[in-house]
């Protein structure tokens, strides 16, 4: 296992200090982000296709998947998050919107994995990519794949991403609702994604933007965490852990309930500067 947790502060449910509600008209508070990120092997598999990396000074982060034979899953998205993080740097100074810059990020690191997955041993490869960059007091969210960004705040857990699966684009067209869904006949489709990043010449994220204010919470994983949760345990999951251990207790549960793949998480939380 690895983990990087923030140490100035013990849980991410201790309010940062009152605000002055005399004052209407005020501007929005200065945020920064904590961060703490964790990723584990599973119960099941014997490598770790999963990868995560940040920035804490740029304020982005970013949690992939990959998939392919052999190691090219790794390859994959330990390619995606170093290009998502290089390209995201390279436009610091540009001074263009953060959903232009995330989706030239995007562009980049599909570009990386798409080329390298031309070479024999890795064809084939792809990976999920969510990333949040934080733009002043808002976070932009950009995903392609299954892996997901919620959003946790006064107690309620609420999906940001929307997943590009075989099942959802089943539910987008009419062909299943969200409440017949889990008595549909997938056998063999569960796990189908019908966008990754590097499977192709060129990759199309979605992008979704959240308000924050102090105290806000945004988790970002990978299947292999979310496919053993629903929102409200992951609200409650979190509202009974300190900052520190909240992702080692997520990813525990998800062990203790089959860990069938590999398991990867970053809790943002948003504080006053």
Same mark, same amino acid.
């Given at each position: ?113 798409? %080329? @390298? ?5 890795? !064809? #084939? $490869? ?5 990333? *949040?960059?934080?733009?002043? /007091? ?40 969200? %409440? @017949? ?5 997938? !056998? #063999? $489709? ?5 966008? *990754?990043?590097?499977?192709? /010449? ?72």
């Amino acid at each position: 296992m690895t983990e990087d947790s923030a140490n100035d502060f013990s849980s991410y449910n201790t309010p940062p200090g009152p605000t002055d509600s005399a004052q209407p008209e005020t501007a929005p508070t200065p945020l920064r982000i904590a961060v703490s990120a964790l990723s584990d092997m599973g119960c099941v598999r014997t490598n770790n296709e999963d990868a995560f990396g940040y920035d804490e000074s740029l304020g982005i982060f970013v949690v992939c998947d990959g998939m392919g034979g052999m190691a090219s899953g790794e390859v994959a998205s330990a390619l995606a998050v170093s290009g998502i993080v290089n390209s995201y740097a390279s436009t610091a100074a540009s001074g263009a919107p953060v959903s232009t810059r995330l989706l030239l990020a995007l562009t980049a690191a599909n570009r990386d994995v798409w %080329e @390298n997955g031309q070479i024999p041993e890795n !064809r #084939g $490869m792809g990976t999920t990519a969510v990333v *949040a960059a934080l733009e002043g /007091a808002r976070l932009i969210v950009g995903n392609v794949g299954d892996s997901r960004a919620y959003i946790i705040q006064d107690g309620q857990c609420v999906q940001l991403t929307i997943d590009h699966s075989y099942i959802n684009e089943l539910i987008r067209n009419g062909t299943l609702t969200i %409440e @017949n869904a889990h008595n549909a006949d997938l !056998r #063999g $489709m569960e796990s189908v994604i019908t966008r *990754a990043v590097g499977v192709a /010449a060129e990759v199309q994220p979605d992008f979704f933007s959240v308000d924050l204010k102090p105290g806000t919470a945004v988790l970002l994983a990978t299947d292999g965490l979310t496919r053993y949760f629903v929102q409200e345990e992951i609200a409650s999951t979190l509202a009974a852990s300190t900052f520190e251990s909240a992702c080692s207790t997520l990813i525990d549960l998800a062990k203790q309930r089959g860990g069938q793949d590999n398991i990867t998480c970053i809790l943002l939380v948003a504080l006053s500067a």
